[in-house]
């Protein structure tokens, strides 16, 4: 395909943005992606050098979803994955301890009735919430959760969402969850590979419509078309198409990063500000072997309820070190952004010793990588959740075309409950890619 004369320009070479190049190569309509990274993927980016090449995921871990679009392109390209188990595995600190799920129904009263309320009675009431628009915390309270329901509940939504409970919307969750069509069994699944490779694997197909280190500044649209400038390889570039597709991330939308001239219009802006963007970082651990004696060589997960969540990639090994995927949400991971490396390694290695009495961990060390989305200028956070003011209309209005010349896709684009997943993402691209078949049919520029 050449890359001389595209007609559409897609800012981006995430999920959503390979998503619409493969949708619209598909249907021969010529396009250039640029990307300010040196990488396609996004927020998907998986590290190979903490552990010989094997994959440790930086950014996005899971497949969500018995039958999400991109189980499709795992099959395709020649990937393969399992399947996370639930609870079996997973670790909870609780009362000094780390157990079971059937340890902390165990561990007193209390626990028990805690376990109900946060395993089937409170999911079940935010879904079926139709009242005022409160956050999660009050919601909680309203529903005189007990301490430890609040704690896991809080936790548990904190780190889907990547936002605190004081932060969330009740009546946003109960909309995406009513929206969702990723179908049941509803499971998560391992990219074995790593997300970065299929990602790589995709893009192969593009050849040189892709543009790496090309950070799009600036867009001006209008009725006969768009004119983008980046600042690429040998300083500024600027490109000429029929359309745009913008996919950048809300965070990067809410902090002007990108300048569009004439100004978006005021809707739009608003559907911007209104949508949360939370935050979300990755700590990647590598311990010694010898660690397998201890409860990080037996979990599945561990779950602490300061916002941190740490998911062990390779579980049910015999042998060979002990990885970790630490997720960091909401204000936990805006509290340690910015801060040096060795640092925020410090932190999290003193906050797993606060959860296993009498094991030093700092020894065993081997390998550790900080991966900081919240100050990554192409990002600048996690992913979007629903805040008060902020739920599925908004996404709509930030996913209409605008004078069948500016499209837009993305996770925060995406508007049938997948929003912070990159099924979503790719999803959205595939459907701005429809959108913008249609726009060159009916301004002429394509047969029907």
Known sequence: MPPESPRVLIVGAGFAGLGCAHALRQSGIPFLVLE???????????????????????????????????????????LTTRKVPEFRGARFFLKGK????????????????????TMWRLPKAVARYDGPDVTLDRFLEEHHALPTATKFVGAMYASINAADPDQVSVRGLAEEANAQSFGLPWANYQVLEGYGELAKRRAQEFGDAIHLRTRVNRIEWATEGVR?????PAGLETYHAAAAVVTVSLGVLQAH??????????????AIEALGFGHADKILLVFDESLRRTVLGKATSVASTRGSWFFFPYYGAKEGPVVLEGFLSGRRALELSGHPEAEVVESVV?????MIPRTELRSHLVAARYVDWSADPDVRGGYTYPKVG???????????????????AGESAHFAGEYATVHGALDSGVRAAGEIRESLVRRGLLAA
């Open 257 to 270: 990063a990108v300048e569009f001239v004439p100004a978006l219009p005021e809707p739009r802006q608003a």
């Open 390 to 408: 902020g739920g599925i209309e908004q996404r709509r209005i930030l996913a209409e075309p605008l004078d069948d010349v500016l499209f837009f």
């Open 98 to 117: 780390l157990r079971t799920a059937f340890g902390v129904a165990l561990s007193g009263l209390e626990p028990l009735r805690s376990s109900i309320q």
């Open 36 to 78: 300010a990274k040196d990488r396609v993927g996004g927020r998907a980016r998986t590290e190979y050098d903490l552990l010989g090449g094997q994959p440790i995921e930086g950014g996005a871990m899971m497949v969500h979803g018995s039958y999400a679009s991109v189980l499709d392109w795992i099959q395709e390209l020649g």
């Open 350 to 354: 003193r906050e797993l010793e606060s």
């Open 228 to 232: 983008v400038q980046a600042d690429g």
